[in-house]
């Protein structure tokens, strides 16, 4: 028990870290006890073999580094919002702060072309369909969607749209000299006709 | 305090809170004071000059950054081993680092030195295959060990401010010192030593 607490202290006993009342105690112990000679003597090859890696000879101080980037830092959190400079901001900000621009910019312009699309194809509802023209912004096309009989086939189409096409003043499963015209037709909540389409010209007789 | 040798006898703790205020000069002074010792431990840890010198520029850094939070709880020394010490052991994390294999890293380009360079070559190459034993003999403890062992045999840290630092009691300081150095003469007694 003894021994287990001398050796404990050897090491501070060794390097003269211990009052003089618990130095002298382990050297009179010391004197009678040869397996605390022994753990004494491995302590100090031990010591004496770490003591081989030397501390590293500094000839360049990294003071001068240390207080540039502390003034960096000061400077950065002093300076204004509307004064910060886009380059002098850490890496790590910069980009983030790009990223979210980007991806700022990507959602409103999304916003702004699906809102642009859609009203910039708008026309005014008429007769007893009730439909809203919201194809192209094409005169002849309204003018032709005005003058004809509204009479829209329809059939379902895969992913919610159905074909529809206008025919001219009489139905008839052939063109008969008049231009079809045939929609991917979809009605949005509010009777609107969103739609995309082809004109085909008519057939020669 | 205008006067630089007031600078001077100030307490590391005096000086940090003087560095709350925003005072460069006391931080500079806190620099000055721990660069050397701090460079030392972190060189040990790693074995990486480069290496340490990053983790010394680290460690001011946060010291600097936190200095509106300080208060002197415990002493400076303490206060700035443990935030060193929390920088390796996140350092040995990302890096899962061996130590460096080679002493090359060392030479004059780095700034460094090998003290008694003056030395013949062979003696040079003696010395710093000895190094290179130690810094294989350190790999083989738990980085606790390594720690202490480090902070009680280079730093000549006493155990109390190595238990402070180490969040631990004396006695696992002690514990953890004695089964440290079985590692070594352990390791020694393989190598023939």
Same mark, same amino acid.
């Given at each position: 028990?003894?021994?287990?607490?001398?050796?404990? %202290?050897l &090491?501070?006993?060794?390097?003269?870290? *211990?009052? /003089?009342?618990?130095? +002298?105690?382990?050297? @009179?112990?010391?004197?009678?006890?040869?397996?605390?000679?022994?753990?004494?003597?491995?302590?100090?090859?031990?010591s004496?073999?770490?003591?081989? %890696?030397e &501390?590293?000879?500094?000839?360049?101080? *990294?003071? /001068?580094?240390?207080? +540039?980037?502390?003034? @960096?830092?000061?400077?950065?959190?002093?300076?204004?919002?509307?004064?910060?400079?886009?380059?002098?901001?850490?890496?790590?900000t910069?980009?983030? %702060?790009?990223?979210?621009?980007?991806?700022?910019?990507?959602?409103?312009?999304?916003?702004v072309?699906?809102?642009?699309?859609?009203?910039?194809q708008?026309?005014?509802?008429?007769?007893?369909?009730?439909?809203?023209?919201?194809?192209?912004?094409?005169?002849? %096309?309204?003018?032709?969607?005005?003058?004809?009989t509204?009479?829209?086939?329809?059939?379902?189409?895969?992913?919610?749209?159905?074909?529809?096409a206008?025919?001219?003043p009489?139905?008839?499963?052939?063109?008969d000299?008049?231009?079809?015209?045939?929609?991917?037709l979809?009605?949005?909540?509010?009777?609107?006709?969103?739609?995309?389409?082809?004109?085909?010209?008519?057939?020669?007789? | 305090?205008?006067?630089?040798?007031?600078i001077?006898a100030?307490?590391?703790?005096?000086?940090?809170?003087?560095?709350?205020?925003?005072?460069?000069?006391?931080?500079?002074?806190l620099?000055?004071?721990?660069?050397?010792?701090?460079?030392?431990?972190?060189?040990?840890?790693l074995?990486?000059y480069?290496?340490?010198?990053?983790?010394?520029?680290?460690?001011?850094?946060?010291?600097?950054?936190?200095?509106a939070?300080?208060?002197p709880?415990?002493?400076?020394?303490?206060?700035?081993?443990?935030?060193?010490?929390?920088?390796?052991?996140?350092e040995?994390?990302?890096?899962e680092?061996?130590?460096?294999?080679?002493?090359?890293?060392?030479?004059?380009?780095?700034g460094i030195?090998?003290?008694?360079?003056?030395?013949?070559?062979?003696?040079?190459?003696?010395?710093?295959?000895?190094?290179?034993?130690?810094?294989?003999?350190?790999?083989?403890?738990?980085?606790?060990?390594?720690?202490?062992l480090?902070?009680?045999?280079?730093?000549?840290?006493p155990?109390?401010?190595?238990a402070?630092?180490?969040?631990?009691t004396?006695?696992?300081?002690?514990?953890?010192?004695?089964?440290?150095?079985?590692?070594?003469?352990?390791?020694?007694?393989?190598?023939?030593?």
């Amino acid at each position: 028990m003894v021994c287990k607490k001398v050796q404990s %202290l050897l &090491s501070d006993y060794r390097k003269g870290r *211990l009052d /003089p009342q618990t130095h +002298q105690f382990i050297d @009179q112990h010391l004197a009678d006890c040869p397996d605390c000679r022994k753990a004494l003597e491995a302590d100090e090859t031990i010591s004496e073999f770490l003591g081989t %890696l030397e &501390s590293p000879v500094i000839r360049d101080s *990294l003071a /001068p580094d240390v207080m +540039q980037k502390v003034n @960096q830092l000061e400077e950065f959190q002093r300076r204004p919002l509307r004064q910060l400079s886009f380059s002098r901001m850490p890496p790590l900000t910069r980009w983030t %702060l790009i990223g979210s621009m980007i991806i700022l910019f990507a959602v409103v312009g999304f916003f702004v072309f699906t809102f642009k699309s859609t009203e910039s194809q708008y026309y005014t509802a008429y007769g007893d369909a009730g439909y809203t023209w919201m194809g192209p912004q094409d005169e002849e %096309l309204k003018q032709l969607f005005e003058s004809t009989t509204r009479d829209v086939l329809s059939s379902p189409m895969e992913g919610g749209g159905s074909l529809a096409a206008i025919v001219g003043p009489e139905q008839s499963d052939q063109n008969d000299g008049k231009v079809v015209h045939t929609f991917d037709l979809t009605v949005d909540e509010q009777d609107r006709i969103v739609t995309e389409f082809d004109i085909e010209e008519p057939e020669e007789e | 305090m205008n006067d630089l040798h007031d600078i001077g006898a100030l307490s590391d703790e005096a000086l940090m809170l003087h560095v709350k205020e925003g005072d460069h000069r006391c931080f500079e002074t806190l620099l000055h004071r721990y660069e050397k010792q701090l460079l030392s431990f972190f060189y040990r840890q790693l074995g990486d000059y480069e290496g340490s010198k990053d983790l010394l520029m680290e460690t001011f850094i946060r010291v600097y950054n936190a200095a509106a939070r300080y208060e002197p709880r415990a002493k400076f020394s303490t206060y700035i081993y443990q935030i060193a010490r929390n920088i390796c052991i996140n350092e040995f994390r990302k890096r899962e680092i061996r130590r460096a294999d080679s002493l090359d890293v060392m030479g004059e380009e780095s700034g460094i030195e090998i003290a008694g360079e003056d030395l013949n070559p062979v003696q040079i190459m003696e010395q710093r295959e000895r190094q290179e034993m130690v810094r294989q003999s350190l790999d083989i403890l738990t980085e606790d060990q390594r720690t202490i062992l480090i902070l009680s045999e280079y730093q000549e840290l006493p155990y109390e401010r190595i238990a402070q630092i180490m969040n631990c009691t004396v006695g696992t300081v002690k514990s953890r010192m004695h089964r440290a150095k079985e590692k070594i003469k352990e390791w020694m007694e393989r190598h023939g030593m």
